[in-house]
């Protein structure tokens, strides 16, 4: 589980993820990522609308999502903000498709 302080709460700081970050699209999910200088913990925001499917499928969809961003916290850099917006896809995906696919992303765009 993700603690508090490695999570985005507030839609201003979702949106400033999303419009100004780096993005990496996959077959389930897409991850934004914006890197800061300042010195705190990584935090992980995400968006899981209603086209996923229903609440008991959304909030699937978002405890797993959690999960493996939660195995990959000690390999992000500090500061680094990131969103994963779920795609519908991610609602029918095994969970190793979602975590190979998030943590390809996370790779790439927040390792420390």
């Not at 934004?32 to 913990?41: F, G, L, Q």
């Not at 896809?89 to 095994?94: D, M, R, T």
Request: charged share 25%; with cysteine; proline share 4%.
């Amino acid at each position: 589980m993700l603690a508090r302080g490695n999570r985005i709460t507030r839609g201003a700081e979702y949106k400033a993820v999303v419009r100004g970050g780096s993005r990496c699209a996959g077959a389930h999910a897409v991850t934004y990522v914006v890197s800061t200088t300042d010195e705190r913990p990584a935090r992980f925001g995400f968006i899981v609308s209603k086209q996923v499917g229903n609440a008991v499928t959304r909030n699937t969809v978002r405890r797993r999502l959690k999960s493996v961003c939660a195995e990959a916290l000690p390999t992000v850099r500090p500061g680094a903000d990131v969103v994963i917006r779920a795609l519908p896809a991610a609602a029918s995906a095994p969970y190793a498709d979602l975590r190979s696919e998030v943590l390809r992303c996370l790779s790439r765009k927040a390792a420390a």
